[in-house]
């Protein structure tokens, strides 16, 4: 079954912070061979859509507010700049997303608002967590970051992650059961593994 | 409805005024949802005289700062509201938002179900602030301008703050409507005994000069205290100067060194009913602000029936007009001291303005009446919305199997 996919990232080519950035790209042109991808992602310059073929789509979008004070502000008025371009994408064009991918933190309120809005599953896929990559993971910067995490990890439908490590971190720092996580490695089958994710996910609405 | 405070949970003028809007909206007729913020005891779900009102955590970890929690607070009030958005959407016509508070859920909200949004700007942080300092601020404010360029309609409390969103906020005016605060004016009107009270603060038959209001600048309290003595040189009189502030030290040794102080009483913050009993009770009332984008004072001394001196700054001079319902005066000592004068000497002047205070305060500033106004603009938005493009049309032809 062609899919309809909705990603939404915060790190996309030519915007590349980390890994991340390179990950998603491949996702989504991979994905894009035989699913229609929709890739939500930020820059600091005003809006831009760009249609990479008929079946890969990137959104560009700017912060609405400016300047910001730290990353949790930055990110959640960003959040609902996001919920906009994806609410009208489903309004006024495809009226269909069959699953949302998000990575990391940055956006899972858009992905949890846009299932209970709109009853679209959602699979967030974590490339690393906050406890383990802060200095001081107890600072309240911190735990309003692994605050949004956890919304991330209750309220989607299964998690991925990239590593065996960040599997076992994401069930006990978030208390999810292992068998709402599923790591998968970087191998011939990785995407049809990550199909093979959003399929049973949708399968369970 | 949205606002970060509604009672118990009472931190400023937000709290009051949804609240009696919300329910002076339910008489009308209209089904109204409040989303707020928790408050301990209070429950997460209740019915106040037909107002749905939901509590949701407010997010209680600790946070680097207020902007931080205020962004934290947001995410859960709009997983919150999504759910009942999703339940009840057909019957839901328009998101109210209250300040800049409440930003990030209700626009990502109107998006989602794509509801036209209207938000009521109580006060701007350039106004707040006397101007825009550092980027906390900055933040702040560019958040206000968000609302304002999102919201379909703004409406603002008075002609003055409408010109400092546009000013601030670049609101363009003919998106902005002025409707007053309200107030109730049912607890100003109990039984009690008027002697007996005044006798809590002014032993034999003075007149008696009130300032309620915070003791700062901006209030103009300063000028009022300088205006004592010139007061007292006509008549026999005692002043109450309720309220905290910054300024109360240096306004109380002002007072001690002009040797007024046997006239002059600071009793600091005092609680409501006994606020309300005071402005019932005493013979003139002053409003001397310098800076005012509303002025509720002037509401609640007009239900007391109180005759009111005023500069007439800001918000003041759209709520009150001169030598009908209260006396306007320059923000000078002496002009201020002969406007009291003129109400304490002349009792028929006094009663002319109290009368034509009160009336026009049940007329244009009960809540029916601010509910009406308000229920207007909503019903313009839902008309404008259904003739407008930006809603949701009906699927043209789908292939897909999508209900």
């Known amino acids: 079954m062609r899919l309809t996919i909705a990603i939404l990232t915060w790190e996309y080519p030519p915007r590349i912070v980390g890994d991340m950035a390179y990950y998603v790209e491949k996702l989504a042109q991979e994905l894009s061979k035989e699913n229609d991808v929709r890739v939500i992602t930020c820059h600091d310059a005003p809006y831009l859509h760009e249609k990479v073929s008929n079946s890969l789509e990137i959104y560009r979008v700017p912060n609405p507010v400016k300047p910001h004070v730290n990353v949790v502000t930055w990110a959640l008025s960003l959040t609902s700049e996001i919920q906009r371009i994806v609410a009208d994408i489903y309004y006024d064009k495809s009226r269909k997303f069959d699953i949302i991918d998000d990575h990391e933190w940055q956006f899972v309120t858009a992905a949890t608002a846009l299932k209970r809005a709109f009853g679209i599953p959602f699979v967030l896929t974590f490339h690393s967590l906050e406890s383990k990559r802060s200095s001081d993971p107890s600072a309240p910067l911190s735990t309003c970051i692994k605050g949004l995490e956890r919304v991330g990890a209750y309220e989607s439908d299964k998690i991925i992650t990239r590593s065996k490590l960040l599997k076992s971190e994401v069930e006990s720092v978030h208390q999810v059961p292992p068998s709402k996580v599923r790591y998968i490695p970087e191998s011939t089958s990785w995407l049809g593994e990550t199909l093979d994710t959003y399929n049973q996910v949708i399968a369970h609405q | 409805m949205f606002s970060w405070e509604f009672p118990p949970r009472i931190i400023g003028g937000i709290a009051p005024h949804v609240y009696e809007l919300s329910r002076a909206l339910a008489r009308k007729g209209v089904l109204v ?46 997983i919150k509201a999504t759910e009942i958005l999703a339940n009840v959407r057909d019957k839901i016509h328009i998101l109210h938002a209250h300040d800049w508070l409440v930003a990030n859920a209700a626009i990502g909200l109107k998006h989602l179900f794509r509801l036209p949004l209207l938000a009521t700007i109580h006060s701007t942080e350039y106004g707040r602030r006397k101007g825009i300092h550092d980027d906390y601020q900055r933040m702040i404010a560019s958040t206000e301008a968000w609302l304002v360029k999102e919201a379909w309609r703004i409406i603002c409390c008075s002609k003055y703050m409408i010109q400092e969103v546009n000013k601030a906020l670049h609101g363009p005016e003919d998106k902005m409507d002025i409707i007053p605060n309200g107030i109730n004016t049912r607890p100003f009107q109990t039984t009690y005994d008027k002697d007996a009270f005044r006798t809590r603060f002014v032993r034999d038959s003075k007149k008696i000069v009130l300032y309620v209001g915070r003791l700062v600048h901006e209030k103009g309290v300063s000028i009022l205290v300088e205006s004592i003595p010139k007061v007292l040189q006509k008549v026999n009189a005692e002043f109450i100067i309720v309220g905290e502030g910054y300024m109360k030290d240096e306004l109380t040794q002002r007072v001690n060194q002009m040797g007024i102080s046997n006239k002059v009483q600071m009793p600091g913050f005092l609680d409501t009913e006994t606020v309300r009993l005071l402005f019932r009770s005493v013979d003139v009332c002053v409003i001397p602000s310098l800076y005012e984008p509303f002025g509720i004072v002037a509401l609640e001394a007009m239900a007391a029936k109180t005759a009111i001196v005023t500069t007439g700054t800001g918000g003041l001079g759209e709520i009150l007009q001169h ?50 106004s308000t229920l207007r603009v909503y019903k313009r938005i839902i008309k404008e919305y259904g003739g407008g493009s930006w809603k949701i049309q009906p699927i043209k032809s789908s292939s897909d199997n999508h209900a």
């Open chain 2, 33 to 78: 949802f409040v989303v707020t913020c928790d408050f301990p005891g209070a429950p997460d779900y209740e019915v106040i005289d037909g107002v749905r009102v939901y509590r949701v955590d407010s997010y209680r970890f600790p946070t680097p700062d207020f902007a931080t929690w205020t962004s934290m607070m947001n995410v859960n009030m709009q």
């Open chain 2, 323 to 372: 030598n009908k319902t209260a006396v306007f005066a320059s923000p000078t000592a002496g002009s201020l001291a002969a406007a009291i004068c003129r109400v304490l000497k002349d009792e028929s002047y006094a009663d002319s303005l109290r009368k034509l205070a009160y009336e026009r305060v049940i007329s244009i500033f009960r809540w029916d009446a601010i509910a009406a």
